[in-house]
């Protein structure tokens, strides 16, 4: 069969439950570029959701990998250790945001992680419930969707869902109706009310195992967390021994300009976790605590028939060392400047400024938000409806992959963590473009 009529094939035989962004088959992808089968070249900023930090195919990446796909692929962890299992924890070690982290299990997925995370933090307290985030994305699995309150479609039609998780809202403006320049205290303040309520209305501290936050929320909206939330928490949970759940799959691995987005607070984690960008494609993710927590753990309560694969810990083994050696945070904080300022610059003009509510975000973790006509803030009235799967639409015409997230009019940047100054500056002409063409087709 042609590649042309695999496509036909796709759309009938693929399941409906999985949407894509544009038609046609990735047929390549090198750096910070993926090549269709009709000839389209497009400029990746969407890294595949925050997965090819390090862009398409590295050199180093890619070879490590395939060294060990001529090794040994399928080293069980069951059955005993492999090098680079441990050669990524001899690697991590010495990166982790607090030195308590020391103990790891690997597994494959971020919503694996989640609930390894949310099993242990039961195992270990005793106690049933969870706290999650308003606006929080943790997974698709039973466990992880059941914490999970960015979008209702995640969940929909599946009855009751795993019992025990409560929520409070994540320290974002929307959650309180309250208007973007809100400061970051203040809205901190509100969560952490939020929190003492909770705990002492819904969910006793006794009875209150975790609480799962994203250092910066992504599918709720690319929305930072104010360092002094983090810190409000970690004393709560300090004071009525509840385990603290950093997810960091998204915006952990250098995303932010540092390490791990969770240092920027010196909060310490009892849970870590990351993905995507740990492995630069290849499945895996990190569960990290510290060895006097997961000591209560008995054998075989963590596994998983190819947790922590060997090929993908040598791919991440590869991804550590790049970091390092190619000066990544360096470029991250450089290039972060220089979009921020870009998209502050275009936010200001006089026909984009109505439309836009905020740049935000860290590093190479940026959204814009755009007015919305669902969601009404003073400035509603003169919204244009889906605003930002226009501008995304718009971009992918124009050759750059661009996605959207949230229940808000949001667009996302996660470009590679090693784009250039000239691909950056390719990638915002095309935006910048895009949303004043949007703006203008629609102003008529
Ligand atoms: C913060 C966060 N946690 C968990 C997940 C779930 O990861 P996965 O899709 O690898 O299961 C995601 C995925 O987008 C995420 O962003």
Redesign the pocket.
Known sequence: MALRALQTLGETHVTKGLGRLTTGIMTGGQGSYIQFDDGRKLLDFSTG??VTSLGHCHPKVSKAAADQCMNIVHAQCSIAFHEPYLRLIERLLPVMPHPSLDSFFFW???????EAALKMSRIVTGRPNVICMQG??????YG?MSVTRSKTIYFEGNGALAPGAFSIPYPYWHHFGLSPNTSPAELANMSLYQLKLLLAQSTAPKDTAAIII?TV???GGYVPAPPEFLRGVREICDEHGIMLII?????GFARTGKFWAVEESGVRPDIL?S??GLANGF?L?AIISRKEVTDQLKPGMMGGTYAGNAVSCAAAVAVVDAIKEEKILANVNARSSELFAALKALAAEPDVAPHINEVRGKGLMVGVEFASTTYPLPNAAQAIPKLASLVSAKCLEKGLVLLTTSIYEVVRFIPPLNISEQEMKDGIKVFSDAVREVIQEHSK
């Open positions: 959701i925050g494959n997925s971020g919503s694996e992680a989640v929080g994305y943790h997974g698709r699995t992880a994203e929320m992504g599918e997810d960091e799959v998204q915006c976790l993905a995507k499945p993710s």
